[in-house]
């Protein structure tokens, strides 16, 4: 099957839709299942005909197993590097999976684009559903029927010891990561961040950027996740990671955001406004310089202090105005000299007073 | 007379309306005349009645000499700290002539404030004509008629060998100091500003910031005005700057200007559009921020950038924003924080898209 652009751009995921409980605090929620297939070994070890076989049985069975309305395939050795960067702003595939010519696929839920699952990734299988706001309880329903058809169509490598196995040691076990997307301009302006960061690191949370590992936490979004998925179910960890830690950051946050409205009020009404007046004037705009203050604009927005921009054309601005996004739109590559051109006339076209 | 209000600061000062010839690089033309009473001694050696002395022959003279429509009187020892203040904002005195409790003051014509006479500062009299844009002869014509019309009153020191006789050996002879207040972004953002100065430098002219001596040049504004006026005459003084040196500076603007335009066109765009974005979003505004993104505001207008904001309003912000000016509007005294506020609504008001 040919590529014929499977995603797309214009339209928005749904993870970014804004809706969903506690979306002033929670972007999105996720939750990802690493799985394997018996009969083959592990892909530090596969040939490349192992590798190959193993997308051509993840195509079949995935997409026979209706576990949407419409599955999407794409094969990524097919995919231009501009497509593929595409799928990685979209959180769809993962910064190491849009490199390399290794055979390797993801099947992407269309139009909503909930349900990923990443084939010859770090594992054979990584299933991962998200949604907008915060929902874990909903998104480990979906993702455990998902997981259930496909176990019924394949055989993943278990132990009745350690539970399924993965290639990384810390996703043996269940293989689950949980993970939501937080945006905390609170604990950062009030200096409380490293609080919470250290809080996390002691209860085997990881902290990491927008992108993920190794990426920065440009206008204020950080993923928190589960790092260690052995010795406990699913349940478990689930209620540990929704239950204990994650109320916590956002009350934090919220107590934050409402002290600095109360101590602070003009200095955060005064970054706020700026951020929307240089993002409706700039004639140039960096990537990094853009998240920044679109971060700034959310929090106006869920304070209240913004009311006439929807926190939707906020979330939809922090996809459309990535690299890939942007030079999708204009249907042509661009320079990063152009793409700061080009961000800057799409941020101020999509906030025009 | 008791102080009532002589200066109306909702009003904007003649040499801030914008118009008159080379407005886009000259805001403003200025003649100073320093002169002093035959009568009594240079102001370093003139006892408390004396000065005292002087102010009323002065009061009494200018009053009389018919030298404008309306002529305002401010005993400046009578005047509260805040309507001193306002007058250095108009630049209708210096920021020394403000301080200290000697007897000075300054006559001002109302309500254009084209004409300012100060007495006491560091002569008897400093006569000084403002008008806005540049026409340094029709400046020089006024302020020879005032010079006549007082000399026919009082009789001012003079020596037949080098002239007028003055407090300040630089201001020995014609006693005429000759000024211009220049926007010079084109040469700051080019980083050509320092070859201009040294040019202005070699050729005996100053350089100053936006209030005079020992300002920073905060938004690209700057004074030039001669340096000696011993041993020529008025108009080889005028000529000389008028002819030389001040074409030649607006010359090398514009052409940095018309440069940045078609190279950094986007850059400078960007600079001008950005800071229209912050003065229309900001609720948090220092002075000299202010003054550096009217400045590049300024600089939009002038090139054709900004079409919906007259240079006036951009000039008349440039007064209103300072400090005086803002408590005056608001009929009260404000620390430096809540200006910053007030700054902003008024900003913000003016410039409503």
Chains 1, 2 share one sequence.
């Not at 010519?101 to 099947?107: C, G, L, N, Q």
């Not at 902290?207 to 260690?228: H, I, K, P």
Request: aromatic share 4%; glycine share 6%; with cysteine.
């Amino acid at each position: 099957m040919p590529h014929e652009d499977p995603i797309n751009p214009e339209g928005g995921v749904e993870w970014l839709r804004a809706d969903g409980p506690q979306t002033d605090v929670v972007m999105s929620s996720r939750i990802r299942l690493a799985r394997n297939l018996e009969s083959f070994p592990f892909l530090t070890k596969a040939t490349p005909d192992e590798r190959q076989r193993i997308v051509a049985i993840a195509r079949e069975q995935t997409l026979a197993a209706a576990l949407a309305d419409q599955m999407i395939w794409v094969d990524l050795r097919e995919t231009p590097k501009l497509e593929r960067n595409l799928l990685v702003e979209r959180h769809l595939i993962s910064k190491q999976h849009a490199k390399g010519d290794a055979p390797r696929a993801v099947a992407v839920s269309s139009p909503d684009e909930r349900l990923a699952i990443m084939v010859n990734e770090e594992d054979h299988l990584r299933i991962q559903v998200m949604r907008s706001g915060l929902d874990l309880q909903e998104v480990f329903q979906q993702i455990s029927e998902v997981d259930d058809k496909l176990e019924k169509r394949m055989d993943f490598a278990f132990s009745s010891r350690f539970g399924f196995l993965t290639a990384c040691p810390t996703n043996v076990g269940t293989g689950i990561r949980v993970s939501v997307m937080l945006h905390l301009p609170g604990l950062k302006l009030s200096g409380e961040l490293e609080k919470v960061r250290r809080a996390a690191k002691s209860m085997s949370l990881a902290v990491r950027g927008f992108y993920g590992e190794g990426s920065d936490a440009v206008g204020d979004f950080y993923q928190l996740s589960n790092q260690t998925t052995l010795g406990k179910t699913e349940e478990q960890i689930l209620e540990e990671f929704e239950g204990k830690m994650l109320p916590k950051v956002i009350d934090y946050e919220r107590h934050a955001r409402k002290k600095l409205l109360a101590e602070r009020r003009k200095l955060i009404e005064d970054r706020v406004h700026r951020a929307l007046g240089t993002l409706r004037h700039a004639r140039l705009l960096a990537a990094n310089e853009s998240l920044q203050l679109l971060g700034y604009l959310r929090l106006g927005v869920a304070a209240g202090l913004i009311k006439d921009v929807p926190l939707q054309t906020v979330n939809r601005l922090i996809l459309l105005t990535q690299p890939a996004h942007l030079q999708r739109a204009l249907q042509k590559e661009l320079d990063q000299a152009k793409r700061r051109v080009e961000r800057a006339d799409l941020v101020r076209a999509q906030l025009a007073g």
